[in-house]
């Protein structure tokens, strides 16, 4: 199986700051990664997919980066609403698709 | 717009049986294929099933073999997961999700509560 790991599993930050979040995957998945956010009580959202691209009606301050085994998402200029838990997910070798453990961004 | 409304979770004792039914609306649900997603309490997300278009080809997580069932009804715009033996470490909200091009999850519903508890 493919294992990710994102660092760091927390972070705290401001509104208006810029955060990065890293994943790394265990083996070469080319570009074949996704972000999803997540907050309690609700459905995980894409954000981004094959690595780098934007999902429909998400906000550009959300991007993504990387191929084969180094990924980051970065997000620019914190917004209240973008406090969740942050997951990457490997689609490059199924079955088993998989997740990174999640980032909990915080507010400072 | 896309609407996935799982249902069919509750509390059930160690080696009994849940079945979970994912109903969705908005999109042509024949053409996607389709997953189950679970998270445990404070814990990430895991990958759990997921099923092709016509329900022939199926594969799961090495934890749900043997136990869990995927099917799908695509007259009823519905998703189904057959849990049987379930285990204590099977507690989990439980989402469906459709599976879209490049793999990706692009839409989830809210998710059902499964206690596996005694």
């Known amino acids: 199986d493919i294992q990710l790991t994102q660092s760091p599993s927390s972070v705290s930050a401001s509104v208006g700051d810029r955060v990065t979040i890293t994943c790394r995957a265990s083996?070469?998945?080319?570009?074949?990664l996704a972000w999803y956010q997540h907050k309690p009580g609700k459905a995980p959202k894409l954000l981004i997919y094959a690595a780098s691209s934007l999902q429909g009606g998400v906000p550009s301050r959300f991007g993504g980066s990387g191929s084969g085994t180094v990924f980051t998402l970065t997000i620019t200029s914190l917004q209240p609403e973008d406090f969740a838990t942050y997951y990457c997910?490997?689609?490059?070798?199924?079955?088993?698709?998989?997740f990174g453990q999640g980032t909990k961004l915080e507010i400072k | 717009e896309v609407h996935l409304v799982e249902s069919g979770g509750g509390l059930v004792r160690p080696g009994g049986s849940l079945r979970l039914s994912c109903a969705a609306s908005g999109f042509t649900f024949r053409t996607y294929w389709m997953t189950w997603v679970r998270q445990a309490p404070g814990k990430g997300l895991e990958w759990v099933a997921n099923i092709g278009l016509d329900g022939s080809e199926k594969y799961y997580v090495d934890s749900a073999k043997g136990r869990f069932t995927i099917s799908r009804d695509n007259a009823k715009n519905s998703l189904f997961l057959q849990m049987n033996s379930l285990r204590v470490e099977d507690t989990a909200v439980y989402y469906c999700?459709?599976?879209?091009?490049?793999?990706?999850?692009?839409?989830w519903g809210q998710g059902t509560l499964v206690t596996v508890s005694s």
């Open positions: 999700a459709t599976e879209g091009w490049l793999r990706k999850f692009d839409d």
């Open positions: 083996q070469d998945i080319d570009t074949w």
């Open positions: 997910q490997q689609a490059k070798s199924f079955p088993p698709y998989t």
